[in-house]
């Protein structure tokens, strides 16, 4: 994975727990309800940002998924 995509207080840290997923699938929650509002009013300078952020998010994500071998298929 490109360090880019890692969130800057996660990036040098091995271990990522329960709390951590959860809190980025929380997030990433608001993030779709955010632009979708933002895609409804036609604002895209707004919801282009949050897809970012979306984006980064579940590059991530998969990433830990994809790393760890006791993951459900």
Known sequence: MLVA????WLRGKAEVNQETIQWLLEENDQLIHCIAKYQNKS???EYVQYQHVLHRN???LATIA???PNSAS
């Open 5 to 8: 995509f890692v969130l800057d």
């Open 43 to 45: 604002r895209a300078n």
């Open 58 to 60: 579940l590059i991530y």
């Open 66 to 68: 994809d790393a760890n």
